[in-house]
């Protein structure tokens, strides 16, 4: 999509369809002063609507004589609770209705008083251009949608022009994730999102390290591999670094899941456990490769971002892991698989033993680790633990800019009992209440705890069954835009920090 920014009056746009919202208790001055003349024809049509400028109301009328054909008019709801998370959502809602209507350029105007002007454009693109993506590749024959060629983003000053290719960067990276998830098992595997993680590194000049089977193997990596062994499908560990230009200040570690079938293994998903959903299973790699997209062409001043992944998928076959088998991971614990579904933590540990090792000023991991998250949070909010307050609070403001659920859940010592295995020095899985968080305790075991960690549970998240105000169904990109948001943030501190 394009966007052009302006900030000339509605009318003088030169668009062939207008998007409005209106507040509930204002409305009729508001159209007032976006659309001048024509307000009292459009007022009156409205009134016929019994319009009252309810939040998620939503007219389409189509208009007589000189200028704009269309008009798109969004309820807004009280001025007292339209915040950014509206904003966006209102632009997204108003760009979904302007499908169909082949629209040469759509104006849209929305009330941004209230913002400041950077982040107005962030949910405006940001809710916009997310709002239409479509995923056509696995369709035979293509209808045309009928999508606007253009937005033009009024009350927005030409001079935020030069800011679009950095929104449109984190779009292409929250797109790039979306087309991973929602790939099905046969076409996303470990060696196509190690070709994926190439095409990234040529294109945009990152670092790629690859470490098959036997790389993993010289590292002991035996989680991992336990986990790797029941496929036919070779594992891939990958791992991208992307520098800045300048000087290195701060090293950060991404972390992804990256499990791109997970059938349970010989605890094998039954019933109403949605295996066939089980693609999703490498969301967390989708999120980091989807930063990494943004990251790598942004290249944040001071920061070096190494994204991590230790791809696979977790499958039956007589050379799979035994349910009950003692494996040994690289930092050398010993761990009792008394479940084999249990499978993104084993590999996690490896990749943040790995991790540790590149001595990072933090890491944050992403997983669809446990199903016990999806049923705390449901699919909108993810889950995070870190025993660091400091991460804890960046990662809280960087979802909230991001517009991303996301909540700080706790790291119960107590609960280690659960994982106590009679045999190794741990069992893979404890008991089922709170299950989400023995899993964030399993996963710290293997963190040095002299490095600010934080991990995210996306299991609810990645997915979208029905589809929200600013998510078409299906994948939704979950977790790019906090990670963006999280590493921007890192960047402009230590900037800041420099200049004191
Ligand atoms: N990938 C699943 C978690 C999951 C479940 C994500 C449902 C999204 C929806 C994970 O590997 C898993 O199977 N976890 C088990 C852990 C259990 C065996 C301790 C779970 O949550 O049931
Ligand atoms: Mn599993
Ligand atoms: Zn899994």
Redesign the pocket.
Known sequence: MNFRCSSAPLADLGCDGLAIGLFSSTWEQQLAGLLGPRASEVQALLEQRQFKGKPREQVTLTLPGEGAKLLLVAGLGEPEHFDTQGLRQAAARLAQASRGWYLNSLGLALPLEAFAPDQALGALVQGGQLALFQDLRFRSEVEPSGDPKEICLQGIAESLQEQLPQQQAICAGVELARELVAAPPNVVNSLSLEATARSLADEFGCELTVLDEAACRERNMGAYLAVAQGASIPPRFLHLVIRPNGVVRRRLVLIGKG?TF?S?GY?L?VGS??IE??K??MGGCGAVLGAARTLAQLKPEGLEIHIISATTE?MISGEAIHPGAIVTASNGKTIEIN?T????RLTLADALVYACGLEPDAIVDLA?????C?VALGSEIAGYWSPDDTLAAQLNAAAQRAGEGLWRMPLQASYKEGLKSGIADMKN??PRPG?SIT?ALFLQEFVNAEIPWAHMDI??TVWSEKGRAQDPAGATGYGVRTLVEWCLAIAAEQKEGLSQ
């Not at 669809?368 to 016990?372: D, F, P, Q, S, V």
């Open positions: 499990l997970d349970g605890n998903k456990s949605q959903l089980m999703f299973d977790n479940n579904d249990a499978e993104g669809t680790l446990t199903g016990a999806v899985t404890g299950g899993a299991a609810g």
